[in-house]
């Protein structure tokens, strides 16, 4: 089974701190996903990446950026926390450029910045 | 740009009855589109997916989807909801260089006994 792994459920972070969110595929998917996840709002994206040190902006980047160094890891760090990026953070991971596949997510990270 | 919209924000169905959850979709081109579920405290699980061909897709867990090009939408069905189908639904439209999802905000399932 694709698993994507995300190295914390829950984050308690303060003000100001900076927050590493680890995400891991075992898969070798070529493309990576950072989304955050509000009641109301559904899914938006944040950032992905379609190859190892490769990163696009999604429709939400503000306050975040990525590193992707290695191809199964993708990480999405808040420089400065701020209580507005309190929410649930989901990973996932696909093949490129094959149509027929789908997104495959890991279970969430919910990080409460106070 | 694309967008999704699940007019629902929650329904409620009796365990056994029939279940049909709406979703439209904007997107210029030949839509990619997948219906996904989450159970609380879980991420999400992929129900099905439409990329062309028949526009009645079938999923799994006895779901099934069908796309209507004319309307736009993709809405889910079920013919006999069970309680554990109760969960939060998430239509995508699939598009750009990743083929990125872009979500509807979800509709919220309570299955009563």
């Known amino acids: 089974d694709v698993k994507v792994t995300q190295s914390s459920r829950y984050l308690v972070k303060r003000t100001g701190e900076k927050v590493f969110l680890e995400c891991v595929q075992d898969?070798?998917?070529?493309?990576m996903f950072w989304y955050r996840q509000d009641p109301g709002l559904g899914l938006r994206l944040i950032y992905f990446?379609?190859?190892?040190?490769?990163?696009e902006k999604g429709d939400i980047p503000e306050g975040y950026s990525v590193s992707r160094e290695k191809k199964e890891r993708f990480s999405l760090i808040l420089e400065s926390a701020s209580t507005n990026q309190t929410s649930m953070y989901l990973c996932?991971?696909?093949?490129?450029?094959?149509?027929?596949?789908?997104?495959?997510f890991g279970q969430g990270t919910r990080l409460t910045v106070v | 740009a694309q967008s999704v919209t699940q007019p629902d924000i929650h329904i409620t169905v009796s365990e056994g009855a029939s279940l049909e959850l709406r979703c439209n979709y904007s997107?210029?081109?030949?839509?990619?589109l997948f219906w996904y579920v989450q159970s609380p405290g879980q991420g999400l699980q992929l129900l099905l997916k439409?990329?062309?061909?028949?526009?009645l897709v079938q999923g799994i867990k006895g779901f099934e989807a069908e796309f209507k090009r004319s309307q736009s939408s993709f809405n889910l069905r079920k013919p006999s909801v069970h309680w554990s189908d109760a969960a939060e639904y998430f239509c995508?439209?699939?598009?750009?260089?990743?083929?990125?999802?872009?979500f509807g905000s979800g509709t919220q399932l309570t299955v009563l006994p």
């Open positions: 439409y990329f062309s061909g028949d526009t």
């Open positions: 898969m070798d998917h070529e493309n």
């Open positions: 996932a991971s696909s093949w490129d450029r094959v149509w027929n596949t789908e997104a495959f």
């Open positions: 990446s379609y190859d190892v040190k490769m990163k």
């Open positions: 997107y210029g081109a030949t839509p990619y």
């Open positions: 995508a439209v699939g598009s750009g260089s990743a083929r990125q999802l872009t």
